[in-house]
């Protein structure tokens, strides 16, 4: 069935360090790959995302990649800090074009 | 996002019981979606819908049930049948089309006493 792999399930990281969280995708008719960020108790944000007929997309410190043939897409966040520490989820269309797939998550920690 | 609530923000369920979570949007939005969220696991789909009257299950729906009677209102009623139904639950809902961003509600924690 469509599924999305993501990893690493945690990272952690300096203060000021770069961090990159990879996503895998099953289905190449997949178009569109969001990533939400999730601090803790709260609800996923969306904070930035990718359609297939791009191959980057940047947003000030956050950029996501997207490798449509090799079927994967990374977010990267630059100049870290504590308050980028939470959850991660890369998401991706499904076939259908229905319905997003998430990955398991990237708990994310940013030590000052 | 505001615009979308979801009540209550915690609930409890007792053996045998059907319980409801309320879902609400004032986005105008066409579809609406449930997940559910356990630890290390993501969000899981339950179910989604596209236009009123019409759901579809997602991955998980045994042991679920969803009405779509209003554009602005998704209940999700979680029954007898959820034989594990311990999790964090999020509504969301997109404008129609392919890849529309999803806003999400503030989720409602549901635990068995």
């Known amino acids: 069935g469509e599924n999305v792999e993501q990893h690493p399930s945690t990272l952690s990281v300096q203060e000021g360090d770069s961090a990159v969280i990879k996503c895998t995708y099953s289905?190449?008719?997949?178009?569109?790959f969001p990533w939400y960020k999730q601090e803790l108790g709260k609800r996923p944000q969306l904070i930035i995302d990718?359609?297939?007929?791009?191959g980057e997309k940047k947003d000030q410190r956050i950029a996501v990649t997207l490798n449509k043939t090799a079927k994967h897409f990374s977010l990267h966040i630059t100049e870290t800090q504590p308050e980028d520490s939470a959850v991660y989820f890369c998401a991706a269309l499904n076939q259908a074009g229905t319905a997003l797939i998430f990955g398991k998550g990237t708990t994310l920690s940013v030590s000052s | 996002d505001g615009g979308i609530t979801q009540s209550p923000k915690y609930l409890f369920r007792k053996e045998g019981q059907n319980v409801t979570l309320s879902c609400e949007q004032n986005?105008?939005?066409?579809?609406m979606y449930w997940y559910r969220q356990d630890p290390g696991q993501g969000l899981r789909l339950i179910y989604y819908?596209?236009?009123?009257?019409?759901?579809q299950k997602g991955d998980i729906a045994e042991g679920y049930s969803v009405s779509r009677e209003k554009k602005e209102s998704f209940p999700l009623t979680v029954t007898s049948a959820q034989k594990n139904p311990t999790a964090f639950y999020l509504c969301?809902?997109?404008?129609?089309?392919?890849?529309?961003?999803?806003?999400f509600g503030d989720g409602t924690r549901l635990s068995i006493l």
């Open positions: 289905d190449s008719a997949s178009n569109y």
């Open positions: 969301a809902s997109s404008n129609q089309g392919t890849g529309r961003p999803q806003h």
């Open positions: 986005l105008n939005h066409d579809a």
């Open positions: 990718i359609r297939s007929n791009v």
């Open positions: 819908s596209q236009i009123v009257n019409d759901f």
